[in-house]
């Protein structure tokens, strides 16, 4: 198992990407913490328990930092230690800028960096203690090339690809690494709402002609949050079948 024993937090864990990073991660042998406000994660959080892997479910909102810090808090304090950090937690709320509300800027901005931020600072002292990290943020490849409708949510995407570029630099001689994924075009809850006709023209623009699954994003989470990544920090991870070629 390529996560025997670890202690793994995966915000946003309850649907779509992050509960196939949950899952995966449980069969590969990691506990899995769930924090999610969507009551979807006790679901996810019973599943795994079924499948004979550990997990708990946490209603916590990434962008409360003092649940977040108690959390993260308790949860070294059970398990002494805290050895990966999944930031995957994010919402769209999609306009053009010239549309795009103040409220709907801010609330992108507080879930997709704020959110990130304020994890990772809750985690990153637990993890200099006991010498080991591994901390994948969620981007997206909108926050490489930018996306029609976006302003929001690719700013908060490049953010994070910035910012784990700059925990490498602060924390790597602790033995923690920092990357982030940039998930293509997913077929997830986010996109449920894109008529069929739409979803069809935008796999017929990726290169190998069709969407990811969770599960194809869930693969890249485990690479870099396990020793096989222990010399990998600072990059992105772009995930899109060539998209951003």
């Not at 390529?2 to 042998?29: H, M, N, P, Y």
């Not at 950090?85 to 010239?98: M, Q």
Request: net charge neutral; hydrophobic share 40%.
């Amino acid at each position: 198992m390529r996560l025997k024993d670890k202690i793994a937090v995966v915000t946003g864990g309850s649907r779509g990407i992050g509960q196939s990073v949950a899952e995966l991660f449980s069969k590969e042998g990691a506990v899995v913490i769930i924090v999610d406000l969507l009551p979807q994660g006790q679901e996810v959080v019973d599943a795994i328990h079924n499948a004979g892997g550990k997990a708990e479910f946490h209603a916590v909102s990434v962008t409360d930092k003092e649940a977040i810090t108690t959390l993260f808090h308790n949860l070294n304090t059970k398990y002494g230690k805290l050895d990966i950090l999944i930031n995957n937690a994010g919402i769209t709320r999609d306009r053009t800028l010239e549309k795009m509300s103040e409220d709907e800027w801010d609330a992108v901005v507080e879930v997709n960096l704020k959110g990130v931020f304020l994890c990772t600072q809750a985690a990153v002292p637990y993890m200099k203690a006991n010498g080991y990290g591994r901390i994948v943020s969620a981007a997206s490849n909108v926050g490489l090339r930018g996306n029609f409708g976006q302003t929001n949510y690719a700013a908060t995407k490049a953010g994070v690809i910035a910012m784990s570029k700059t925990w490498t630099v602060e924390f790597g001689k602790y033995g923690i690494t920092a990357n982030a994924i940039a998930p293509g075009f997913t077929m997830t809850d986010m996109v449920d709402k894109i008529p069929k006709e739409r979803i069809e023209a935008i796999k017929a623009s990726i290169p190998l002609k069709t969407a990811a699954q969770p599960i194809d994003i869930a693969y890249g989470y485990l690479y870099l949050a396990s020793d096989e990544a222990r010399f990998v920090s600072g990059i992105c991870l772009t995930i899109d079948g060539g998209t951003s070629r």
